[in-house]
């Protein structure tokens, strides 16, 4: 058989039998089977030849029929990635070669305001910035003035230095308060996420002497000016050690560093989710003593991550074992210490606490007010706060608070307000965050062991960071979400107000629509402020006594230029009406569509959802970026659809729902935000120009197991056919005891919500037709240990239909040899296949 009909020759034997032979029963049964055999055999042929021609005539290149349904379709309606537009009217198009390259990204800079005790009563707005030559290899870091226009000064010459016959390239610097010395980072070793093993060095600015601060043979994990430029302190081998510059001599602070006891420094878990950084010591105002957070990761269990693709381990792993607390296991006992240098002494803190045990306390933040350090810590379900008051050596505790089904968020605002008889402070005080009806907002506390506080602003909406004070004219400045749920603007109280209902009057410092991210000098009279979108990102320094904008810092003159010849993906935002499944109530949340190239409605387009979904994040903003989902759009002919659902944060829409919108899913991870998703997606797929028949949903690391819970959960009536999960969590019980029982307790506390929380019917994935999954194995956040489970568990129940991808040695970002490329191109690769269906 071929072509489509059927050639069928009678052999000498087989007709003579047929002529000699008389007819019986038997041969009219043969006769009859052979009928019936040609019948289905012309049926089969004839189908196949209608289906071959129909093909042709429709031109649908690689596009399978999925059912006798789709026979009739007017298919030149349906966009595919092979199909995608050509006529851009003389522009280019978004590729993924522009992606890669970033010929299509913003310059954002950044500035090291210049700090000195007498700076924050009279702020000259001193600053340093690097200046990069037009390949970026080459720079120079230069001081310059607001309130001095001519002043200018070369700090660092140029991007490297020799020394001993060696040549060091600058990666980091940051300049004394004095402005007479740098500190150099050269050599840099990453480690974790913010943490890293370097060379620094003090360089003169004067005479240009660049000198190691320990030496060159051993690379320290971090540095740390002292206000009055006269120290540096340091940590080696987890031990804190101090550098006086005057006399040229390093003293050792502490000496029970080790693996397990870290001083200065973070160990993994408090890098990771609680400080952000890779150091935790801070200096008092006036430099005579600096106090430091001490972690014993002594009963903290290991985990251990192999690497096989590093130099000088081809043939044997390199084996790192990381202290790892995963939820409901031991976590490092933390401590506060303080050093006095006139003293020469150690002094450590008795935080006494009769609700939270020494094993059990979490320490998230720690500031000076005046010669006092102010402590905050919480249990481990981060629902009990309690701040502690430490002068010298005595501890006070001055504020304990509870949260009812809900969680205190890790905050970093607290802010140090000197007594100033004159200007109306009577006492020293700070300024905070509090939460007020679920909400984050500022309160001034004054004298600081007082519990009760002034309230500063309130609403349904939040403060968000960026808080400055001006200590000349008592005005406080922050940013907000007070306009808009996706946008951010500058706003400021003055402290002492009481006019509107015993609030103070809020002024806004920006007005036009837009996402904007604030830095303040010193004493807050001078605003670097960044733009971020909607439109091309622009800096400037703005004046906020006289109110004028006094320096361009950046313009992106050139981007604006660029993208003149491009034609990229346009992004509408909107908000979309879901209902609750056990209230009825309805509710809305925000969405971001970005659509693709000469999109057009009469077409039916492909979709692919993008989710992150984590507790209090927030995917949908205005801010400006060519993003992966517009390469999507361009590169796939297809629209990308991003909601913010229940358990994201700074949701305005909502004035019944309120903060419980964010902590609803307390308790309960895994359980509203898929359902958010598969609702929203319903929605999507009515409009006309959606293929219901090709919806995907992708996301990394939350993102990723939202991703994963998605298809979990959409079995009834299913709406999404294709998914990619990059370093997802499967199991919450895997994962990081800080992070996962802030929101889910421990689990030994609420098993039900582990169980449930995780990926725990992989059955339920049958009935996607293809998803993909990648993962590296030297991801010390999620590990690999997440997505290997998962897969002994596909293996038990024959779930077959998906694609891995193993990134050997990369971390939680893909960032190894490559890796970062590799994974978008794959990503593409699978949904571009996906959306020619061919996995149907």
């Known amino acids: ?115 000195e005790p007498s700076s924050i009563y009279n702020d000259k707005g001193t600053y340093v910035i690097k200046q990069a030559e037009e390949n970026d290899e080459e720079f120079k870091v230069i001081i310059k003035s607001i309130a001095d226009e001519d002043y200018e000064k070369i700090l660092i010459e140029s991007s490297s230095f020799e020394y001993d016959g060696k040549t060091y390239k600058v990666e980091n610097y940051k300049a004394s308060p004095d402005l007479t010395k740098i500190i150099l980072q050269t050599n840099v070793t990453s480690s974790w996420r913010h943490s890293s093993y370097s060379l620094y060095w003090i360089a003169d ?10 030496d060159t043979k051993h690379k320290i994990s971090t540095v740390s000016w002292s206000p009055d430029s006269q120290n540096i302190a340091f940590v080696y081998k987890n031990n804190i050690f101090l550098k006086n510059l005057s006399q040229e001599e390093i003293k050792q602070v502490t000496s029970d560093g080790s693996k397990n006891i870290f001083n200065g420094k973070p160990d993994w878990v408090y890098e990771e989710e609680v400080f952000g950084t890779d150091i935790v010591l801070w200096w008092s105002p006036n430099g005579d003593k600096f106090s430091f957070l001490k972690s014993d990761n002594t009963k903290v269990p290991e985990f251990i991550i192999p690497f096989y693709a590093q130099y000088k381990y081809e043939d044997y792993p390199e084996i790192v074992k990381l202290k790892y607390p995963k939820a409901g296991y031991p976590n490092p006992i933390v401590d506060v210490v303080t050093f006095d240098l006139k003293e020469n002494k150690l002094i450590e803190h008795q935080l006494k606490s009769n609700k939270i045990e020494q094993e059990n306390r979490l320490i998230t933040e720690v500031v000076w007010i005046g010669d006092q350090l102010l402590v905050k810590t919480s249990n481990r379900a981060s629902d009990l706060i309690e701040i502690y008051l430490i002068d010298d050596e005595k501890s006070k505790l001055i504020r304990s608070l509870e949260a009812k089904d809900s969680w205190f968020e890790i905050t970093t605002h607290t802010l140090f307000v000197p007594k100033n008889k004159t200007l109306g402070r009577k006492y020293d005080g700070y300024i905070d965050t509090v939460v007020e009806d679920g909400f984050n907002h500022l309160a001034y506390f004054s004298p600081p062991d007082d519990p009760n506080y002034q309230l500063l602003t309130k609403g349904n909406w939040e403060v968000v960071n960026g808080i400055a004070f001006d200590y000349t004219n008592n005005q406080v400045y922050f940013t907000s979400t007070m306009k808009s749920s996706i946008e951010r603007h500058i706003h400021s109280v003055n402290l002492l107000d009481r006019s509107n209902n015993g609030l103070p009057y809020i002024k806004d410092i920006t007005t036009k629509e837009g996402y904007y991210s604030s830095s303040f000098s010193s004493g807050a009279r001078f605003l670097f402020l960044s733009d971020l979108g909607p439109n091309v990102p622009t800096q400037r320094i703005n004046d906020l006594k006289s109110n004028k904008n006094v320096k361009i810092i950046e313009d992106n003159a050139e981007l604006k230029k660029k993208l003149r010849d491009y034609v990229i993906p346009e992004i509408k935002y909107s908000t979309v009406e879901l209902r609750d499944e056990e209230s009825g109530e309805t509710f809305l949340c925000n969405t971001m569509e970005t659509l693709p190239l000469n999109f057009d409605k009469k077409k039916k387009y492909p979709v692919l959802f993008y989710v992150y979904g984590g507790p209090g994040s927030q995917t949908i903003t205005k801010q400006w970026s060519i993003s992966f989902s517009s390469l999507v759009a361009a590169e796939l002919n297809a629209i990308v659809v991003t909601v913010d659902g229940r358990g994201t944060g700074f949701n305005n829409l909502n004035y019944k729902l309120g903060s419980k919108f ?6 309960k991870l895994g359980k509203y935000e898929p359902l958010d998703i598969i609702s929203t997606a319903k929605k999507w797929v009515e409009k006309s120009y959606v293929d219901p028949d090709r919806i995907g949903v992708w996301g990394w690391s939350y993102g990723g197991f939202l ?94 239909n998906f694609e891995m991808m193993i990134f050997p040695d990369s971390n939680h970002g893909m960032s190894y040899h490559n890796g970062f490329k590799v994974v978008y191109d794959r990503i593409l690769n699978f949904l571009h296949r996906a959306f020619e269906n061919e996995f149907v």
């Open 662 to 667: 964010k902590f609803i899913v307390r308790d």
């Open 1 to 115: 058989m071929s072509n489509g009909y059927i050639d069928i020759k009678e052999t000498d034997s087989g007709t003579h039998i047929h002529h000699q032979k008389k007819k019986t029963n038997s041969f009219h049964f043969k006769k009859l089977v052979t009928v019936i055999i040609l019948i289905i055999v012309l049926i089969w042929g004839s189908t196949f030849l209608i289906i071959s021609i129909e093909n042709f005539s429709l031109k649908l290149n690689s596009l399978k029929l999925q059912s006798i349904q789709d026979i009739g379709k007017d298919f030149t309606k349906y966009a595919h990635p092979s199909n995608k537009p050509t006529n851009f009217k003389g522009k280019k198009p978004l590729t993924k070669q522009v992606y890669d390259d970033h010929e299509l990204s913003p310059v954002l800079k950044s500035i090291q305001w210049i700090k």
């Open 205 to 214: 600015v004067d005479n240009s002497e660049i000198k190691p601060i320990y």
């Open 707 to 800: 991703t994963l819970k998605t298809l979990e959960t959409d079995v009834e009536d299913p709406v999404f056919n294709y998914g990619v999960a990059v370093a997802p969590v499967t199991k919450w019980k895997l994962y990081d005891s800080i992070y996962t029982e802030r929101y889910l307790r421990t689990p030994q506390e609420n098993p039900s919500g582990y169980q449930y929380g995780s990926i725990n019917n992989v059955t339920n994935f049958k009935h996607v037709n293809k998803f993909f999954i990648a993962h590296g194995t030297g991801d010390d956040n999620v590990h690999m240990q997440h997505s290997l489970q998962l897969l002994d568990e596909f293996n038990v129940e024959e779930v077959e």
